[in-house]
Every structure is written in C-alpha cells, then in structure tokens.
C-alpha cells in the first residue's frame, strides 16, 4: 500500500527573504533542549535580580543563524561543531517538515530613541562580513562551560567572546555590530539576549526592545511525495 507522507509541505518565502536577516532556531535534539534548560535557569536568576515579573515563560529558541544570498541560492550561515558554514536553507525546510526543528525570522528595529530602523543596506553589510570574516572559522566551543557557569551565577562571569573562534550567536552578533547594529546589548550574546532584544521574554530596564519577528515568512504547498509499500 502507498500513502502519503504529508498533505502540505511548508516553504520558508524566497520573497520575503533579505540578505542578512536573523534566524531564531528551535531544535528537538537533547543539546537543544539543554541549552534552552540553561538559558531559562540563568535568565530567569536575572529576572530576579532586576526585580522583573516571571510568568512561567521559557526559552524557546536554542541556535542562531543569517540569512545568505550567493550565486542565486539562499543559505543559512550559522556555527555548528565543525565550524562555521553556508547551510542551504532547502535543508532547514527538511528539518521543519520532518518535526524536528522550528525557525524564526527576526530584523532589527530603531536602535535609539530617535534613529530609524537599519535598511537593507546595513542587513546586506552584515552577511557580507558574515561571508567574508567569519565563514569557515572554528567552533568556540569555550561557549559551553561558559553557559554552564552562567547558568549557575546569573552572568556574574562575563565571558568575552574569541574574536577568532565563534559559537552561534557570538557569529552572527559580530556581523551585526560591525555593520552598527548592536542590537543585543551584550558581549556575551546567547540565544537568550536575542529572545529580550525580539520582546520574547521580560527585558531588562536598562536595554531596549530592538528586534521584530517577521511575520508570514512561510507558504504551503501540495506535498506529492509518496513512501513505503
């Protein structure tokens, strides 16, 4: 017997995307949702320390990428273990329709009070910089006992990031501000500083809310592929 794996198959929008753009990542794996248990815990210690209201909230996200334009292909650039890479972003759609990952689309808001937002310009700056310094550098894997020690006092121990090596955030931050567009606040960026710099969970008072989630990123598709007998 034939049947169908799925009736729809999502698409991430090809013209809704920019170069540059930031993505948001939710994974399914056990270091996924480890590093989302590490960032509550050390989030919501901070929440305690600023006197900010806690609503049961969590992190949700766990990994952070940019979006790529080259040679008519769109990519994901992004740190994994092995380094940091182009990703096709065919094969984060896999992942999407396969169950086991979730993707956001994030583009930075007015920095200040009276500045207008960042164009494309500065977006498409950023993903040049993104391909031209920091593709094909190391992973920072510093970044793990660093969290774990966060988690445990609250970000009492400000872990520069290595300039040379990068884990994810830490990449698509450097980019970022060198295009000047500090929009997490923080030398030491996480998933969790781009959830309060979006206004996913409590920010602190002294910050601004300076990232947007972009709406209707996707399209549904009839999905004709047919497995098993």
């Known amino acids: ?17 920019v170069p ?11 270091v996924s949702r480890a590093i989302r248990r590490m960032l509550t815990i050390w989030e919501r210690r901070t929440c305690a320390t600023y006197h900010l209201p806690l ?10 990428g940019i979006v790529i334009h080259r040679n008519g292909s769109w990519y994901i650039g992004e740190a994994l273990a092995h380094g940091s890479v182009a990703t096709p ?10 169950g086991t990952g979730e993707l956001m689309f994030l583009r930075p808001t007015s920095l200040s009070e009276n500045e207008p937002a960042p164009d494309n310009e500065k977006l498409a ?3 040049y910089y993104w391909q031209a310094n920091i593709e094909g550098t190391k992973y920072d894997y510093a970044a793990y006992p660093g969290l774990i020690v966060d988690c445990f006092f609250a970000g009492l121990w400000p872990r520069p990031g290595n300039r040379k090596n990068h884990f994810c955030t830490e990449g698509i931050d450097s980019p970022y501000c060198t295009a000047d567009m500090d929009v997490l606040q923080d030398n030491t960026p996480t998933p969790m ?18 990232m947007e989630i972009l709406p209707d990123m996707y399209v549904a598709s009839k999905n004709n592929e047919e497995d098993g007998k």
């Not at 049961?56 to 990994?63: L, M």
Request: charged share 30%.
């Open 20 to 30: 540059g753009l930031w993505v948001h990542w939710r994974g399914t794996s056990f």
């Open 89 to 98: 972003i065919e094969d984060y759609e896999q992942e999407i329709n396969e």
């Open 125 to 127: 700056l950023a993903a």
């Open 193 to 210: 500083h781009v959830e309060r710099a979006a206004g996913m969970i409590p920010q602190r008072p002294d910050r601004r809310v300076t």
């Open 55 to 64: 609503c049961g909230w969590r992190i949700w996200g766990n990994h952070d």
């Open 1 to 17: 017997m034939v049947h169908k794996t799925m009736k729809y198959r999502l698409q991430i929008n090809r013209d809704k995307l």
